[in-house]
């Protein structure tokens, strides 16, 4: 990358991505800064993402800031988090306001079904993108443990702080023996 | 203006649990879901079971992050500053925490602990989406539509550089019509 972003740019690329994030905003965030703008590569992406999966807090804000942070510092993060949050704030005020009557509209259940069919596809796009991503890194080690973690969530059997502590530290040792 | 205890207890109560569910929610604040649902119902009486679940599909389709159900637990708990007071208390502390962590983690780029951090935590984030890829379709697809939605989708993402929001233009009309 030539020039990083500007406050601006930030601000309008986390507009963008709030207005349309039906259905889970990181796949919107990688469909909006790796694919369309290239701001992020695919593994810059899965290392952001990593770290704010490990901090408390909604893995989006958390994206946003540090993501804003890197191109312009303070005011980079803020313009990042005030364009993901404020917008739908307001939206969702307005919409909590006529919740009582909207739900009961059989066509507009409707809709928010079809939304969330679509939704869930962007995900798998995500998911097959970041795993395209994986595979280009010693998959031998890597797949294994990515399975694992898949495995414990999807059954229930670990939540996801547990799952992190489980195999975070095994898959860390690994990467640190890799590298030496 | 009129004071109300009871909307002023609300508020106190809003920014204390939230405040509480912030801190632990290591991994995303979908780890703390089953704790804010709780909360909510059991213990506040702020909403019931069944707004639970409309105003969390709700805010999965709205804009925004999916997070936001907050905001509109907080809208149904306390109006137009409870939505603020509940999105603002949840997003702020942890912003900051990440602002500061991710400043000093990128101060140790080239460490060799950091990469390792790194590449270890990267697989087990992909596990994690590939899971909520999973319980996101079994969610959202309760139909052979809603399965070719979501396939249809994930097709266009994967394969061509076309903008898949038309898909979801088109899935909102299918849905509000009664087909998904």
Known sequence: MTSPPTTREIFFAFFRITMLAFGGAIAWVHRALVVERKWLTDKEFAETLSLCQFLPGPNITNFAVVVGMRFRGARGALAALTALILPPTLILIGVGAVYERIIGVAAVRGALNGLAAAAAGLFIVLLVKLLRALMKSRPAVTLPIAVASFAVVVTGALSIPLALLALGPVSIVLAWFRRS | ?180
């Open chain 2, 1 to 180: 203006m009129h004071v109300d205890p009871a909307f002023w207890h609300a508020i106190g109560a809003l920014f204390t649990r939230v405040a509480e569910l912030a801190l632990i929610s290591f991994g995303g604040v979908n780890t703390v879901l089953p704790a804010l649902h709780h909360q909510a119902v059991n213990e506040e009486h702020w909403i019931t079971d069944r707004d639970f679940a409309n105003l969390f599909a709700l805010a999965s389709v709205s804009p925004g992050p999916n997070f936001m159900v907050l905001t509109l637990i907080g809208y149904k708990a306390a109006g137009v500053l409870g939505a603020l007071v509940a999105t603002l208390t949840l997003c702020i502390p942890t912003s900051l925490l990440a602002f500061a962590v991710a400043k000093v983690w990128d101060r140790f780029k080239a460490a060799h602990w950091r990469m390792a951090i790194q590449d270890g935590l990267i697989p087990v984030t992909v596990g994690f989406i590939a899971a909520a890829a999973v319980l996101l379709v079994r969610a959202s697809d309760n139909s052979i539509a809603g399965y070719a939605i979501t396939a249809a989708v994930a097709i266009v993402g994967v394969a061509t550089r076309f903008n898949p929001l038309w898909i979801f233009a088109i899935s909102a009309v299918v849905g509000a019509a009664g087909l998904v």
